[in-house]
């Protein structure tokens, strides 16, 4: 699962580096925290340097390593362990249900943040487990016909977030789509659905592009998850700063619980 979420990273860029200063030589770039935190899971969180706008031509944020990390959860001290490449892991699991804090120094200040860990979702059904395709090539002169959409559903009786991915798992997928070029095998990141406060979400079948088995994430997310898809309008005339929960610092630090289904996708 945590590689599901290192793909989220790809897809929605969290930047510390987007900050604007005056007097820039003064200062102090702030730690950027990536902490995803899934039930039944061991833990990894990434700690960076902030790139301040205008301050640095280099684009790849530097990893802050050697920190004392710690978690907190029910009167209990997790000590995370520094690693490479600004990794600090333990191999403790969350829980879900149960609230974490994250503490660590970093030039002169405490950064905290804190989560709860959602329950594991409930009841997750789709309303098929295989579909059939007909392949075809673009520009072919033939317009594809495709089945109907892959009803995802599940119990949200408190309308909290919920995230949907899914996944091809083949190594070397057959295209859908003529011509296509497979990128990457298994390591193709998956695709997902918005954040949704409903009970349910569709698969349509165009999105799946590759015959083969598909792994079909369900996650229970919290709030500072779903900001993440939220517009904030950036540009090079309006710097807003990207969603965050770090006090003293940037970044997310948030928790999630998952449940996954298989779907097969086959030619006629």
Request: aromatic share 10%; hydrophobic share 35%; glycine share 8%.
């Amino acid at each position: 699962m945590k590689n599901i979420i290192y793909s989220i990273l790809i897809i929605v860029t969290f930047c510390g580096s987007c900050t604007k200063t005056d007097p820039l030589s003064n200062y102090a770039p702030r730690a950027v925290v990536e902490g995803y935190l899934a039930a039944g899971d061991t833990i990894d969180i990434l700690i960076k340097k902030e790139i301040p706008f205008g301050q640095d031509s280099t684009t790849t944020a530097e990893p802050i390593n050697n920190l004392v990390v710690t978690l907190e959860t029910e009167g209990k001290t997790i000590a995370l362990t520094s690693v490479d490449s600004g990794h600090y892991v333990s191999s403790t699991r969350i829980i879900a249900e149960k609230t974490y804090k994250l503490k660590f120094d970093y030039n002169g200040k405490t950064i905290t943040a804190t989560t709860t860990i959602p329950p594991k979702p409930k009841d997750f059904k789709m309303s098929a487990s295989e579909v059939t395709i007909t392949p075809f090539t673009p520009g072919g002169g033939v317009r594809p016909t495709f089945p109907d959409p892959v009803k995802l559903t599940w119990t949200n009786s408190d309308q909290t977030f919920y995230l949907t991915a899914f996944k091809n798992l083949e190594t070397s997928p057959e295209s859908i789509f003529g011509g296509i070029i497979n990128f990457g095998g298994r390591n193709r990141p998956p695709l997902f659905n918005r954040p949704t406060q409903t009970n349910g979400a569709e698969i349509e079948p165009p999105r799946l592009q590759y015959y083969g088995n598909f792994d079909v994430y369900l996650m229970h997310v919290q709030p500072e998850y779903a900001a993440l898809y939220e517009e904030n309008g950036n540009s090079s005339l309006n710097l807003t700063p990207p969603p965050t929960n770090i006090d003293n610092g940037l970044g997310i630090f948030t928790g999630f619980a998952a449940d996954t289904l298989r779907l097969y996708v086959k030619k006629p």
